[in-house]
């Protein structure tokens, strides 16, 4: 899917809107000053702010007209502001919103012009059940998403409707199947939350936990990285290396979701705990708290693995995925870091699972 150009007077501008957007879909900012017409071509959405628009920012744009035909656009504007709603109409901008506008009916007019970033575009060749449950938790990430946006309650709910399914999937059809079809996700971010929702509910399985810690630690999992809603999706799906900044960044969601969390006591102790130290080692030397031994819960020490295991296995647009017996090789030789009973454990899993090639050694938990 494409990205989603924000135009504003000035980059950075960060409206309510855009926070909000930023969740759900990839978004370029662009100042009016520097767009360009490939930008304008590239774009799969134009959203333009023209609140408070300098003549030469208005100038500029202009010049650009018209703007791509194939691509739909909008603009916020102050509909008190006669000269907006004029400025609007002469750039032959068809759909517009008053800047008082809820961001919930924005987002909602945006999915229908221009459809969901997080939904799974699957092959024909995913089994029915498996399908069906990818979409399901798909679903539950955007209302996630949204829920975090617009600071509502997190759908606890149905995220335990979507684990039911994940799990009835998987009983169906295997982990390999639900592991090659999670692959198939443009978006790396959910493939991999996909990917580590799959292996802790069959690991749970494996270790015979009863169906309700089964469903807790799949809860864990779906939410275990809640807090990269704080961090754009165009930096976590960047289709590239990331800069030092960006993985200083990105290594702040376990903070994140902390700070989320606090907003939100419903969520069960164990998904709080899964969520806030799932990049805590034994050992001592992970992060954010350097936590180690005994402070460390069975449930987290279980999703870490899992959570490493899908970070070495999957593809992303910088490295290739390992295969499961090249992947359990560099978690047995993080030593004292992990639970080595869980791992023996573990490598009954994944060594039945065939999901990759042996290709790349590059290891960062994500
Ligand atoms: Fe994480
Ligand atoms: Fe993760």
Redesign the pocket.
Known sequence: MKSLVYLTESQGAGSRVLQALNSLYVIEEISVAKVTADDLKQSGFLLIDLAEMRESSLDRLRALLPFNPDTPSAALINVFKRQEVVQMKALGIPTFWDRGTSEETIIADIKKQFGSYGMPQLEPSVPEATAKAIEDVCQVYERLSIAYALGKPLPLKAAGNAIESVIGAINMDGLAAWLDAVEGHHSQTIC??LS?MGLVVQFSKMLALTDVERLLLGLGALY??LGKLKIPLAVLDKPGALTPDERALINMHPKYGEEILEQHPEVPPVVRAMTLN?HEFLDGTGYPNGLSGDAISRPVRLLTIC?IFS?LSEKRSYKEPMSPRQAFGILWEMGDKLDRSLLSAFKDLILSVDVGAVKNQSYE??
């Open positions: 991999h939350s580590v275990h990285d799932h959570d970070a938990a994500v």
